[in-house]
């Protein structure tokens, strides 16, 4: 069965088909300035050329009716027909504590994601155009909504609550959900089946390092904690986001700036990160390894302040499990940069870790990047959230 997989943002939808009884990649395009001048649709199928078009879209719907015709063309395509694609799966970025799995989508399921809008009101609300988008165009193929928050749910209270009155929970669910959880539930699994053990008897830290970064903690195969929390500005330092900061600063910059709260809030989430702390060099991590590379004291202190960042959570989610069995480094820093995995891991000499040089060299594959008789097992594994979708949909749809 063939399963489209969509990401849907305000502007912009990402869509790959995926065969799900071979697991291979039959076409991958991205629609961008949905609504806005100059749209434009890429479209690739596995071993052709890439195709770019710019084409007016008034709407998602109208960029999923694209994308079908792209799918369906006849010298171009991969399908003959929309019946050849057995499911939709969707990526949604917040489930609440409604959804603790991926689920098939029905109106109800709509109803609750939109209960979640307001603790995501730039992704959900995208999202759901995307689910209506392919409604009015396929309504008779089922869909699935694979939640980026579902895999943090098992974290246990200690893990998830803040140290604020507990009536913010009560009343408004304030709480730690963490994000990428299709990649760290993806990457976690990968690791397991590379060490050659069950899944349910590991201790795992799972690195994502990308544009968006993020830790969590697996244990038993459950994810005990993770650093993203009420939203994906909380945790490590990222490419425009602060992470974790204390929250006076918010107030003490709005005072000293003649701020906003949202124009602080803005600050955090776009001007902040690497790109801030950079002192706006940039917020790509090529870009501030070369910085480094040339001496110059703005990108050290940034990699060095993100790679420390990395090391700190890593040391707390080894005390919080009692113990990690493997570290994985994955999303774009994580698999393409064996120096900031050095930088990371060279002060974790008390887990017991040797990194392998030569491993750690290599990149686009997976790879254990630490020496067979480290004690702690360090891996590199390239995350594939497309591919976990249209996994978690087959499986929903085949049920
Ligand atoms: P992602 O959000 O997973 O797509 O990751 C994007 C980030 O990966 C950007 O900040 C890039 O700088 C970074 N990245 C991609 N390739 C490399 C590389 N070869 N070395 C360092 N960073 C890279």
Known sequence: MNILVINCGSSSLKFQLIDAATEALIAKGLCERIGIDGSKIVYQPTGAEKKETVTPMADHTQAIRLVIDALTD???????????????????????????????????????????????????PANLIGIAACKELMPDTPMAAVFDTAFHQTMPKEAYLYGIPYE??????????GFHGTSHAYVSKRAAEMLGRKYEDLKLIVCHLGNGASVSAVRNGKCIDTSMGLTPLEGLIMG???GDIDPAIIEFIAH??????????????KKSGVLGLSGGLSSDFRDLLKAYDEGDEAGIRTVEAFAYRVTKYIGAYAAAMNGVDAICFTAGVGENNPFI??????????LGITMDEEQNAKRGEELMISTPDSLTKVLMIPTNEELAIARETYALVKA
């Open 74 to 124: 006849k010298e171009t395509g991969v399908v003959g027909s929309l019946s050849e694609i057995g499911a939709v799966g969707h990526r949604i970025v917040h489930g609440g504590e409604k959804f603790a799995s991926s689920t098939l989508v029905t109106d109800e399921v709509i109803k609750t994601i939109t209960d979640c809008n307001e603790l995501a009101p730039l992704h959900n």
């Open 341 to 350: 995995r050095d930088l990371v891991c060279s002060r974790l000499g008390y």
């Open 256 to 269: 000293k700036e003649n701020k906003s709260v949202d124009e602080v809030m803005t600050v955090l989430n």
């Open 240 to 242: 425009t986001r602060s």
């Open 168 to 177: 913010y929970y009560e009343k408004y669910k304030v709480r730690r959900y």
